[in-house]
């Protein structure tokens, strides 16, 4: 059984300036929960894309009580978070899920940023 939940935004700001608030929402080391992350950055020179792929290692905030269940008591989760940027095309899609408990269930985000059809510049 699976739960999908589709959310459409338009945001009001040029698509250079939500995809750089994308990036520094994407740098998490000055929480108090983050303990490391491996970076990986390429550039595909023929196409353009820029493809980002980062794994963080986050403290378990699973509450206690919850905790109590054997799979959940975990000192730490790992999160995998990939996107791609085609500046040319001025689109980019961004793609995370967890690496811990995958044998048990998946959870998955996707997003998608493009210009909007009523304005260019949002």
Not at 35 to 47: H, Q
Not at 49 to 62: D, F, L
Request: net charge positive; proline share 4%; glycine share 2%.
């Amino acid at each position: 059984m699976g739960v999908t939940v589709d959310v459409h935004q338009v945001y009001k700001y040029p698509f250079e300036q939500v995809v750089a608030s994308y990036l520094r929402k994407s740098r998490i080391h000055f929480l108090k929960f983050f303990f490391e992350s491996k970076n990986f950055l390429f550039l595909d020179v023929s196409t353009g894309i820029i493809y980002r792929k980062r794994i963080a290692i986050c403290q378990n905030v699973i509450p206690e009580i919850l905790r109590k269940v054997s799979i959940l008591k975990v000192p730490s989760i790992q999160l995998e978070e990939e996107s791609w940027l085609n500046p040319q095309e001025r689109n980019m899609a961004m793609r995370s899920h967890c690496l811990t408990w995958t044998q048990y269930a998946s959870m998955k985000e996707e997003s998608v940023f493009r210009e909007s059809t009523e304005n260019p510049n949002w």
